[in-house]
């Protein structure tokens, strides 16, 4: 980690120089402008000490070596031998560069001409090859003071000293131990490499972030691994299956071959002898004619070693008299000369070619042709279906074939199940497969399949197997999404099937989200749902995504639409059949209004579940124990009831004339404005001097407590202490036209705590 405004903003230090658009070396417009501003924080050394302390400071701060006072002090004070160990000015133009920025920020020395500051910010040695010797041995005088007060040197340093600094910097080096890590060089590093090293322009991180960030990409390519490894896994276990298919019908060709061609075998193996006979004959006679010009090489080779060894004899003879009448009366030369005449044969007298033979099969031909026909095979036996086996479009079949038939292919077919009455108008699919295995698509979710196969060679058809059904995966379930209530530790999910057919158990998906979140992590799985709905534990303060699973015999369907579940506060929904026919339900589904009070007639839908005398709704049920907290916003002029109720409330009545209803209510007087707190059509003589606008509502099932506030000025209104015997439904009534706006979701304010 670094901050961006190091390199960016108006406010950075002045040690770093203005950077270029690549990482090369400085121009040399660059290098003069560090020159002036070497030169002038000479003249003002008082001024250049205190900033550099302060910078100092600040970059020790920000990279955290603020704790390390040892290394900021040898900053402070220039020590001579780190830094001189630290940049040698002979090693190589880059660390010759960060001298001479180090020099041009922290150096109080005086530079005495514009070669020699050129020369301090780090330009190659072949720039002064020109100037005579005497101004180079000034030169380097100068630099060494200069060197020897700031701590900075550039030239006229033997051999010697630079492999001593070198050395003194790796042994440096190896006992700082990094505490930051380099993005661009993928290595840790330590932090004054960032600051004055050959990192300071590299993007660089703090060790345990850099550490967390590989960790959680190594964890992401296992998750890809286990993948990859699942699906290698599928597939090695349908290559298993085609494996032993092909063994089967090895082993039935084996034995057909075995019953059904032995004569054919044998005569073809006494063709075998014969031509194997015959071809050995040839052999034969090949090897013996190469033995016999084997042999003539070989009596031609002696009698040319032999003419070799006295014409070397004769060569030898240093005697030139002697040399002359050997020549002329040795018969050895006469021999050379009669065997030189003669032409040697290097022909193969036969090549190592074999002649291409024809057999004759006509025999074997008529054998096979004399062959009685093969019968027609048996019934083959269709296996059940495994579980997990088919998607909600796709059914894979397997059969098998107990006998050792022949057989070229097989005959699937299949029709979807019905019932007596409808039995005969499905049509009939047929398929036409090689193996003993089949995937049929195309089909209906949820649905069963009826399946029966046949086998087919040469000779015919055999008879039908016996009839399996098979069933396809199920939809995916459709989520109520306004049917979901939630609170801060626990939410009830609702769904509903897509299938007519009834399907076995429901799984439902959950996945943790954050900032960092992968959608595709489930984090928890409910498995073995009878019912369309369920009811989660959750951890507070959090936001889930959900989806559900429909399960039956033949797999899982895909996965439901998800849906986002906030555990920050309670949430729930209006109930829309239980509203009053004059009552409206706005579209963002949390506001109520209604704009006339004359009674309804027949004109208006009345549910059976609907108040019909006051104009209330419900709110779904809030099925958890503990607290819950939410907001009913109204108007100064609106009189108004709210609070909770039984789900067997009455509908003719009020809310509050009855003890399965408790309630707040506002009326206005000609005198004032009048609040009352009803529950069996009583309420206690309280009165309230600022009328709220924004109404707090905290159902405690624990204790048994039911309080109302001013939300907008923290102020307790009014608490119920009732034993709730049964789970209560939120409550909203309007007696005047008006509106109410009511705020689920939100988390329990301190100032509700009694």
């Given at each position: 980690f670094?901050?961006m405004?190091?390199?960016?903003?108006?406010?950075?230090?002045?040690?770093f120089?203005?950077?270029?658009?690549?990482?090369g070396d400085?121009?040399?417009?660059?290098t003069?402008?560090?020159s002036?501003?070497?030169s002038?924080?000479?003249q003002r050394?008082q001024?250049v000490?205190?900033d550099?302390?302060?910078?100092v400071?600040?970059?020790?701060k920000?990279?955290g070596?603020?704790e390390?006072?040892?290394?900021e002090?040898e900053?402070?004070?220039g020590h001579l031998?780190?830094?001189?160990?630290?940049?040698?000015?002979?090693?190589?133009?880059k660390?010759g560069?960060q001298?001479?920025?180090?020099n041009s920020?922290?150096?109080s020395?005086?530079v005495?001409?514009?070669?020699q500051?050129?020369?301090?910010?780090?330009l190659?040695?072949?720039a002064?090859?020109g100037e005579n010797?005497?101004?180079?041995?000034?030169?380097d005088?100068?630099?060494?003071?200069i060197?020897?007060?700031?701590g900075?040197s550039?030239?006229g340093?033997s051999d010697?000293?630079?492999?001593?600094?070198v050395?003194e910097e790796?042994e440096e080096e190896?006992?700082?131990?990094?505490?930051?890590?380099?993005?661009t060089?993928?290595?840790?590093i330590?932090?004054f490499d960032?600051l004055?090293?050959?990192?300071k322009?590299?993007e660089?991180?703090?060790?345990?972030n850099?550490m967390e960030?590989?960790?959680?990409e190594?964890?992401?390519n296992?998750?890809?691994?286990?993948?990859?490894?699942?699906q290698?896994?599928?597939?090695a276990?349908?290559l298993?299956?085609?494996?032993?298919?092909?063994?089967?019908?090895?082993?039935?060709?084996?034995?057909?071959?075995e019953?059904?061609?032995?004569?054919?075998?044998?005569?073809?193996?006494?063709?075998y002898?014969?031509?194997l006979?015959?071809?050995?004959?040839?052999?034969?006679?090949?090897?013996e004619a190469l033995y016999?010009?084997?042999?003539?090489?070989?009596?031609h080779?002696?009698?040319?070693?032999?003419?070799?060894?006295?014409?070397?004899?004769?060569?030898l003879?240093?005697d030139?008299?002697?040399?002359?009448?050997?020549?002329?009366f040795f018969p050895?030369?006469?021999?050379l000369?009669?065997?030189?005449?003669?032409?040697v044969?290097?022909?193969?007298?036969?090549?190592p070619d074999?002649?291409?033979?024809?057999?004759d099969v006509?025999?074997v031909?008529?054998?096979?042709?004399s062959i009685?026909a093969i019968?027609?095979?048996c019934?083959?036996?269709?296996n059940p279906?495994?579980p997990?086996?088919?998607t909600?479009?796709?059914l894979?079949?397997?059969w098998?074939?107990?006998?050792?038939?022949?057989v070229?292919?097989?005959?699937?077919?299949?029709?979807?199940?019905?019932?007596?009455?409808?039995?005969?108008?499905q049509?009939?699919?047929t398929?036409?497969?090689k193996e003993?295995y089949c995937?049929?698509t195309?089909?209906?979710?949820?649905t069963?399949?009826?399946f029966?196969?046949?086998a087919l060679?040469?000779?015919g058809?055999?008879?039908?197997?016996?009839r399996a059904?098979?069933?396809?995966?199920?939809?995916?379930p459709?989520?109520k999404?306004?049917?979901?209530r939630?609170?801060?530790?626990?939410?009830?999910?609702?769904w509903?099937?897509?299938d007519?057919?009834p399907?076995d158990?429901?799984?439902?998906?959950?996945?943790?989200l954050?900032?960092?979140?992968?959608?595709d992590?489930?984090t928890e799985s409910i498995?073995?749902?009878?019912?369309?709905?369920?009811l989660?534990?959750?951890q507070?303060?959090?936001?889930y995504?959900?989806?559900?699973r429909?399960?039956?015999?033949?797999?899982?369907s895909e996965r439901?639409?998800p849906v986002?579940i906030?555990?920050?506060g309670t949430c729930?929904?209006?109930?829309?059949?239980?509203a009053?026919p004059?009552l409206?339900i706005?579209d963002?589904g949390?506001?109520?209004?209604c704009?006339?009070?004359e009674?309804?007639?027949c004109?208006?839908?009345?549910?059976?579940?609907?108040?019909t005398?006051c104009?209330?709704?419900?709110?779904?049920?809030?099925?958890?124990p503990g607290?819950?907290?939410?907001?009913?916003?109204v108007?100064?002029?609106t009189?108004?009831?709210?609070?909770?109720?039984?789900?067997n409330t009455p509908?003719?009545?009020?809310l509050?004339?009855?003890?399965?209803?408790?309630?707040?209510?506002h009326?206005i007087?000609?005198?004032r404005?009048?609040?009352?707190f009803?529950h069996?059509g009583?309420t206690?003589d309280?009165r309230?001097?600022?009328?709220?606008r924004?109404?707090g509502?905290?159902?405690?099932?624990?204790?048994?407590?039911?309080s109302?506030?001013n939300?907008d000025?923290a102020?307790?209104?009014?608490t119920?202490?009732s034993?709730?015997?049964h789970?209560?439904?939120p409550?909203?009534?309007?007696?005047t036209?008006g509106?109410?706006?009511?705020?689920?979701?939100i988390?329990t304010?301190?100032w509700?705590a009694?």
């Amino acid at each position: 980690f670094y901050h961006m405004d190091l390199y960016g903003s108006k406010e950075r230090f002045d040690i770093f120089p203005e950077e270029l658009s690549g990482r090369g070396d400085r121009s040399l417009g660059d290098t003069r402008r560090e020159s002036a501003l070497s030169s002038e924080k000479v003249q003002r050394p008082q001024e250049v000490g205190y900033d550099l302390e302060k910078e100092v400071a600040e970059l020790a701060k920000m990279y955290g070596l603020d704790e390390d006072r040892e290394k900021e002090l040898e900053l402070l004070e220039g020590h001579l031998e780190k830094v001189e160990s630290r940049w040698p000015p002979a090693r190589t133009e880059k660390a010759g560069s960060q001298g001479s920025m180090y020099n041009s920020s922290k150096s109080s020395s005086s530079v005495k001409d514009p070669s020699q500051s050129t020369k301090q910010q780090g330009l190659p040695d072949e720039a002064f090859k020109g100037e005579n010797q005497g101004e180079a041995r000034a030169d380097d005088e100068a630099e060494s003071n200069i060197w020897s007060r700031g701590g900075l040197s550039s030239g006229g340093m033997s051999d010697e000293w630079n492999s001593q600094a070198v050395s003194e910097e790796e042994e440096e080096e190896e006992e700082e131990a990094a505490d930051v890590f380099c993005s661009t060089c993928k290595i840790p590093i330590r932090a004054f490499d960032k600051l004055f090293g050959e990192h300071k322009d590299h993007e660089v991180a703090q060790l345990p972030n850099a550490m967390e960030s590989e960790k959680e990409e190594i964890h992401k390519n296992m998750c890809k691994l286990e993948e990859q490894i699942a699906q290698m896994e599928n597939v090695a276990s349908h290559l298993e299956e085609i494996f032993i298919t092909v063994e089967e019908n090895f082993g039935r060709q084996e034995q057909n071959f075995e019953v059904h061609y032995n004569d054919a075998v044998q005569v073809l193996a006494q063709k075998y002898e014969e031509q194997l006979e015959a071809l050995g004959e040839e052999k034969r006679q090949k090897l013996e004619a190469l033995y016999e010009q084997l042999v003539n090489c070989g009596k031609h080779l002696d009698t040319c070693k032999e003419l070799t060894d006295e014409t070397q004899e004769l060569f030898l003879e240093n005697d030139k008299a002697e040399f002359m009448k050997t020549l002329i009366f040795f018969p050895c030369n006469y021999r050379l000369e009669e065997f030189l005449k003669k032409e040697v044969d290097l022909e193969l007298l036969t090549l190592p070619d074999f002649e291409e033979r024809v057999i004759d099969v006509s025999e074997v031909e008529q054998l096979m042709n004399s062959i009685n026909a093969i019968a027609a095979p048996c019934a083959p036996v269709i296996n059940p279906q495994a579980p997990n086996a088919a998607t909600g479009t796709s059914l894979r079949v397997c059969w098998g074939l107990f006998s050792d038939d022949t057989v070229e292919c097989y005959q699937l077919c299949y029709k979807p199940v019905s019932n007596e009455r409808h039995r005969d108008e499905q049509a009939e699919h047929t398929l036409k497969v090689k193996e003993t295995y089949c995937t049929i698509t195309d089909l209906v979710p949820n649905t069963q399949y009826e399946f029966w196969v046949s086998a087919l060679n040469a000779s015919g058809i055999s008879p039908p197997s016996e009839r399996a059904v098979y069933v396809t995966a199920p939809s995916p379930p459709t989520i109520k999404s306004k049917k979901i209530r939630s609170c801060e530790n626990a939410a009830l999910v609702c769904w509903e099937s897509r299938d007519i057919n009834p399907v076995d158990s429901y799984t439902v998906e959950l996945s943790k989200l954050t900032d960092e979140e992968n959608d595709d992590i489930i984090t928890e799985s409910i498995v073995g749902i009878p019912n369309c709905e369920v009811l989660i534990h959750l951890q507070p303060t959090q936001k889930y995504r959900i989806c559900v699973r429909a399960q039956n015999l033949g797999g899982s369907s895909e996965r439901s639409e998800p849906v986002l579940i906030h555990t920050t506060g309670t949430c729930f929904y209006l109930n829309e059949d239980t509203a009053h026919p004059l009552l409206a339900i706005l579209d963002d589904g949390f506001t109520i209004s209604c704009d006339e009070l004359e009674n309804p007639e027949c004109d208006l839908p009345v549910y059976d579940n609907s108040f019909t005398r006051c104009i209330a709704i419900l709110g779904s049920l809030i099925p958890f124990p503990g607290k819950h907290y939410w907001e009913v916003e109204v108007e100064e002029d609106t009189e108004y009831r709210t609070g909770v109720a039984f789900e067997n409330t009455p509908r003719h009545g009020h809310l509050g004339a009855n003890n399965s209803s408790w309630c707040m209510r506002h009326i206005i007087t000609p005198s004032r404005h009048k609040y009352e707190f009803l529950h069996s059509g009583m309420t206690p003589d309280i009165r309230i001097t600022i009328p709220p606008r924004r109404i707090g509502i905290l159902l405690d099932y624990e204790n048994c407590r039911l309080s109302f506030f001013n939300a907008d000025i923290a102020q307790h209104l009014h608490t119920f202490n009732s034993h709730f015997q049964h789970y209560v439904h939120p409550c909203f009534a309007l007696e005047t036209p008006g509106i109410l706006r009511i705020h689920t979701g939100i988390t329990t304010p301190p100032w509700t705590a009694l």
